[in-house]
């Protein structure tokens, strides 16, 4: 392909960063499993070290498959490039690494994906990092919380796994005017439903695992930023730290990354049909799903994203012995943690992704017990509403026996 750049993002997905293979005229990118690659003189090695020579030097540093996967998802983003990452937490740790220093402040979403969280809050914290977590689908709270040392700002929107929606124009425009940097998590959306760096965010992080790569069978990361001098840095702390990409690990993402459209147009389809159906039952409590009118940011979620994702949460009536029940109860949505998969999964975040938080703090993010977490998949949405509505019934009958 030339330039990708101005097709529609549906296209980008299949396209972008894919070239047929120069030497063979392979259509799928090659797999370049090797560490290392040989220089064809000591003068071309050390120009290579020196980046006066951009050919590759050691797969820790760059190997044209990752660089493939990079050049993708930069692309989707709209960043001037990209770093791929072992894991989500792996682009997670590149971000805070590289931009919090000693007496540093940040300011973020209280319902991230736990380890987000917890990893501030205990390792960054030896280190003399300090974190204020707020509800950031209200921006005032996050206004409140900066502070003249807050360097970053880090939000998750939709958030993991309240689904509270942030307003990140409204957030770029706080964490500029404190001389922050805005990160955000845009795992749940996907660059197909929202492009942060559009609306003023300063760095972008996925986990691959989920909707990106859609196929629960790899786990891996990507961090992306607009301004070259701030990917610079980023790329200059993931490399030596190491968390980076392995050449098959982005390979198996790039197959995952063509069918991207389809699926989040498929599960999206999906998850308001099953969030309608939830909403009307008397034995659900409560939904929150961007996609419906009664999502308290239901307006922001139309005008920031091209769509509402395919991640539900909704209060099963009886608390948490029904909720239990439920999970227990599906037949076709498995049981399992990890979402953006091309089949259901349900699970419950309080006992599973975030009970490493302490309860007070799970609360007062809206992690309660009665919580159920439904990452919707592309099956026939028929035999998804039966599943639901059997386990259900069978919460019911233990809540009321
Ligand atoms: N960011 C978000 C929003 C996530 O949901 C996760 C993982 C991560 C980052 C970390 O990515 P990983 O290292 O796992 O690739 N979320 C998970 C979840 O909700 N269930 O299992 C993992």
Redesign the pocket.
């Given at each position: 392909m030339g330039d990708t750049t101005r097709h529609h993002p549906s296209t980008l997905v299949i396209h972008a960063g894919q070239h047929a293979d120069p030497h063979t005229g392979a259509v799928s990118v090659p797999i370049y499993q090797t560490s290392t690659f040989a220089f064809r003189s000591a003068d071309e090695g050390a120009a290579r070290f020196l980046g006066a020579d951009p050919g590759f030097i050691y797969t820790r540093l760059g190997n044209p498959t990752i660089q493939a996967l990079e050049t993708a998802i930069a692309e989707l983003e709209g960043g001037a490039g990209a770093l791929a990452a072992a894991?989500?937490?792996?682009a997670?740790q590149t971000v805070y690494f590289a931009l919090l220093e000693q007496g540093a402040h940040v300011v973020a979403t209280d319902a991230?994906?736990g380890?987000?969280r917890l990893v501030l809050e205990t390792e960054y914290r030896r280190f003399g990092v300090s974190a204020t977590f707020v509800d950031s689908s209200d921006a005032a709270n996050v206004a409140r919380a900066m502070r003249p040392e807050t360097r970053l700002v880090y939000v998750?929107s939709p958030a993991?796994?309240t689904m509270a929606v942030t307003d990140l124009a409204a957030c770029a425009k706080i964490a500029h005017d404190h001389g922050a940097l805005l990160c955000v998590?845009n795992?749940?959306a996907s660059p197909l439903l929202q492009r942060p760096l559009d609306l003023g965010a300063d760095v972008v992080l996925h986990?691959?695992?989920?909707f990106i790569n859609g196929h629960s069978d790899v786990?891996?990361?990507v961090v992306t930023a607009r301004d070259p001098e701030l990917l610079t840095r980023l790329r200059k702390v993931h490399r030596n730290l190491g968390g980076t990409m392995d050449p098959h690990q982005a390979w198996l993402v790039l197959r995952g990354l063509k069918s991207l459209a389809l699926r989040v147009e498929r599960a999206q389809a999906n998850a308001q049909r099953i969030a309608a159906f939830l909403e009307a039952d008397p034995r659900v409590a409560w939904v929150r799903y961007p996609g419906l009118a009664s999502h308290p940011q239901h307006e922001l979620a139309s005008r920031q994203m091209a769509g509402p994702g395919a991640v539900i949460s909704f209060g099963v009536r009886g608390g948490f012995a029904a909720a239990k029940t439920m999970i227990e109860s599906c037949r076709l949505a498995t049981l399992a943690?990890?979402?953006g998969g091309i089949e259901t999964l349900i699970?419950h975040p309080a006992s599973m992704?975030h009970s490493a938080l302490p309860r007070a703090e799970r609360e007062a993010a809206g992690i309660t017990d009665d919580l159920v977490r439904i990452a919707v998949g592309c099956e026939d949405e028929r035999d998804l509403l039966a599943d639901v509505d059997q386990a259900l019934a069978r919460a019911a009958a233990i809540a009321a026996p």
């Open positions: 894991t989500g937490m792996a997670v991230v994906y380890p987000s998750e993991n796994p998590d795992t749940f986990s691959l695992t989920k786990v891996g990361g943690v990890s979402l699970e992704t």
